[in-house]
């Protein structure tokens, strides 16, 4: 199982970046996937997930400024982040996560300045 994210960078405050995580070795269209994020000295957060039927949802801090989907015909899920904030500066992983199982990606760097 493999799950390699990509889209992370440096970015402006008020700017955007745009997530991908392609996965292989699973069904993908049966796995919840999720993004977290974290930053040092603090736990993994969810950020945003969907659900094999598409049901997404949201931490409040990132309601209404980023949006997740998917793709199952490309094994792909993505995280579109809009109007960023200096906050939102952390490693993003994505996850699938299918009966309790739970696979991780290595992490991408989002930093965004002030």
């Known amino acids: 199982v493999q799950l390699v994210e990509s889209g992370g960078g440096l970015v402006q405050a008020g700017g955007s970046l745009r997530l991908s995580c392609v996965a292989s070795?699973?069904?993908?269209?049966?796995?919840?996937m999720g993004w977290y994020r974290q930053v040092p000295g603090k736990q993994r957060e969810l950020v945003a997930a969907?659900?094999?039927?598409?049901?997404?949802n949201y931490a409040d801090s990132v309601k209404g400024r980023f949006t997740i989907s998917r793709d199952n015909a490309r094994n792909t899920v993505y995280l579109q982040m809009d109007s960023l904030k200096s906050e939102d500066t952390a490693v993003y992983y994505c996850?699938?996560?299918?009966?309790?199982?739970?696979?991780w990606g290595q992490g991408t760097q989002v930093t965004v300045s002030s």
């Open positions: 969907i659900a094999s039927d598409g049901t997404a």
């Open positions: 996850a699938a996560t299918f009966r309790r199982v739970d696979y």
């Open positions: 070795g699973i069904i993908f269209r049966i796995h919840t």
